[in-house]
């Protein structure tokens, strides 16, 4: 007889060791971590330029981008007043909270009151690895299809917020808002959603709003 080993098991539990850690460090340095994530083109940089420029005002915003192989992304956050890092998965098709971790040193989490993780674009492995974000925040665009849930169920039930991007372009989709509300609801009842367009600019208001509640109580626990 041979022995089995649950390998995934193993790094998922010490994934979480390597999260509870991150989450110890925001709560200490006073800082948010928010995960933003969503398939590859739904929009997670313009959607950050959109509460950058919402959000910098008042608060020092930092930005880790994480890409497969490349600095596109980075460089546009940059120039809208982040400090950014950009992190290399070299083909890794998600962030751990292990690489996170080494990410937040590297990008200095001193005097930043908000720090958001573009992950990599897909709806499938990124939902898998806690970072120890206090925020899970997913897009989903109107181009992608409103069946999304029915589809990548594990994204929506662990995300916080859900916003519903490109909804500009909804005259030439037949995205259903309220059936993909519904579905998402289905799956997790409390998850925030709210209709957007980082074309546009419509919708942030309340979504940097959230944030900005989320930021002055993370001030007040620390
Ligand atoms: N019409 C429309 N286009 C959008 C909107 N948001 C983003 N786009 C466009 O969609 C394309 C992809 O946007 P990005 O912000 O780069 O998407 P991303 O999710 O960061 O993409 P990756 O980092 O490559 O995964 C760009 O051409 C954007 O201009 C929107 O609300 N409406
Ligand atoms: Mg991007």
Redesign the pocket.
Same mark, same amino acid.
């Given at each position: 007889m041979f022995d089995i080993l649950e390998t995934k098991e193993r790094v998922l539990a010490d994934n979480e060791a390597a999260a509870a850690l991150t989450r110890k460090k925001m709560e200490q340095f006073g800082a948010l971590l928010v995960n933003l994530m969503?398939?590859?083109? &739904?929009?997670?940089?313009?959607?950050l330029l959109q509460l950058i420029r919402l959000l910098n005002a008042d608060y020092r915003i930092g930005v880790m981008e994480a %890409?497969v192989d490349s600095d596109v %992304?980075a460089k546009t956050v940059e120039a809208a007043g982040a400090r950014v890092i950009q992190l290399h998965t070299a083909g890794l098709c998600h962030m751990d909270a292990d690489m996170t971790r080494r990410g937040l040193d590297a990008l200095g989490t001193d005097g930043l009151d908000i720090i958001f993780l573009?992950n990599i674009?897909n709806l499938v492995c990124p939902a898998e690895f806690e970072i120890g974000a206090d925020l899970r925040l997913m897009?989903l665009?109107v181009p992608e299809g409103d069946d999304k849930p029915l589809k990548y169920p594990l994204m929506f039930s662990i995300s916080d917020v859900l916003l519903f991007?490109?909804? %500009?372009?909804l005259p030439v989709f037949d995205f259903d808002i309220g059936l993909a509300t519904q579905r998402a609801k289905a799956l997790n009842e409390s998850i925030a959603v709210f209709p957007?367009? &980082?074309?546009?600019g419509e919708g942030f208001e309340p979504v940097a709003a959230l944030l900005r509640e989320k930021i002055e109580q993370r001030r007040i626990q620390a």
């Open positions: 969503g398939s590859p083109g &739904a929009g997670k940089t313009s959607v %890409d %992304d573009e674009g897009l665009s991007n490109k909804i %500009d372009t957007v367009s &980082a074309k546009t």
